[in-house]
């Protein structure tokens, strides 16, 4: 009995002091195998290059990777007003309904249609002497007998009140014709056949359009032969008097023309091809960065800084151009529509893009982790959530959809993005109403997509009982 105990307490030592219990065959050549594996591994990553596995290499790859991204991105939104302006002036020249569409409001702007009146009675009065014609025709009749001596003395001095009263009828006659819905058709109609003339301005050639002594002037001969014809017409026939000749309107009178001239050219070269580089900049920068969030952000706020500072150079310009216009060869208020009336679809643009980069940038930070965004998204989850409980969404038609939607809701998510942006690009002229229609467009399939993709929350019903008596 004594030998048997001290065997078993023995046997029960040695089984102890090992590494593990005894194993099987199967066990220990399993246990070899994994050992044998380990090993490998081990090796595998002593062989390995250090720079391939350190932290330190990969921050220095990130590192650069985030220098290049900001670079591209910024150069993006550095180009991006002078992408906007060369689009503008690209469409002024080469789309003729986009260049009537721009000069069409002059002819019926109050202070426009007073300059024209103004510029054309001047051209009439240079041709027509009417107080020497008065003069003479006073004289002559104070020379007649028919005349009293002291009435024959007087006459003479009536020849400036004479003089100021044709003149003043003959501005109202020019006026009436200026302000006659004659007068806009036709000047719709001479900017129509005659798109040229931009083009003419601005490149320096001759034209309707012509640049001459840093000045750029409208030849409004047409408009002055309607005129003379009115003119002749109300019994003005001292009005046939007026020759043929190339009556003009100022429209820009400034030592900058030949700058203005340079810079037109330039834009016009690279207007077609700069857009899209832009675009290619911006995506290139976006795709490098290593937060694809915060470079939407970024590039969003970016674009929209710039946008912010076009404007403010827009302001500047106009400042500028009316400082640089005579009073004596336009007034201040016709300069002033003059300028706003051809830079209208320009500022359109600038508003437009500098609301998609606030878009792009407000969408990618509530499609972030911070707490906006987080309780935005999850108030509008569980609100379709229940929206779509109470319409039923647990029936199996609509349990098939959910099925099939949630797993690509991202996808088609993304997708929804791209084709709005698409949409956006291959406008050729874009809106701030565009943009705002699209954003709406873009919320609305996303709220779809997220309401078929939700599991429906069914309303917990409230049930009332008899209240039982507590148990004394």
Known sequence: MTSHASDTSHASDTSHAGDAPDLSAREREELERLRAEVADLRRGAAAQPPDAVTP????????????????????????????????????????TDRYVATVAPLAHDPAIQDAITTNLTNVVFRYVDIQGIAQQSLNALAQRDIVPAAVAAQLPALAVPLANGVRSFTSDRIGQV???????????????????????????????????????????????????????????????????????????????????????????????????????????????????????????????????????????????????????????????????????????????????????????????????????????????????????????????ITEWVAPRARLLRGLTVAVAFAVLLLQRYRTPALVLWLTVGVLAVTALIEFLAVQPRRRQRITTGPVSAPVA
Not at 57 to 83: D, K
Not at 363 to 392: E, H, I, N, Q
């Open 178 to 400: 200026v302000a006659s819905d004659t007068f806009a058709a036709a000047w719709d109609q001479a900017n129509r056949t005659a798109h040229e003339q931009l083009v003419n301005a601005l490149t320096g050639q001759g034209g309707a359009v012509s640049v001459q002594n840093n000045a750029v002037r409208v030849d409004l001969a047409a408009f002055l032969n309607v005129v003379k014809e009115r003119l002749v017409a109300s019994g003005f026939t001292l009005a046939e008097r007026i020759p043929t000749v190339n009556a003009t309107f100022t429209v820009f009178e400034s030592a900058d023309v030949g700058k203005v001239q340079r810079l037109f050219n330039l834009l016009n070269t690279v207007g077609y091809w700069l857009p899209l580089i832009l675009v290619a900049l911006a995506a290139l920068g976006i795709y490098l960065a290593p937060n694809h969030r915060l470079a939407f952000i970024g590039t969003g706020l970016g674009v929209a800084v710039a946008m912010a500072v076009m404007a403010l150079v827009l302001q500047l310009a106009r400042a500028k151009y009316l400082n640089g216009v005579p009073p004596a060869v336009l007034p201040p208020d016709a300069a002033a529509v003059l300028f706003d009336t051809f830079v209208r679809y320009l500022r359109e643009a600038v508003r437009a893009l500098a609301l998609t980069g606030l878009i792009v940038a407000a969408g990618a930070f509530l499609a972030g982790p911070s707490a906006l965004g987080v309780t935005v998204r999850r108030w509008s989850g569980d609100a379709l959530a229940s929206l779509k409980g109470s319409l039923g969404g647990s029936r199996p038609r609509m349990t098939r």
């Open 56 to 95: 330190r290499a990969r921050s220095a790859r990130s590192w650069w990777r985030s220098v290049l991204a900001v670079l591209l991105i910024a150069v993006a939104c550095v180009l991006a007003p002078l992408s906007v302006t060369s689009v503008w002036a690209r469409s002024e020249v080469t789309d």
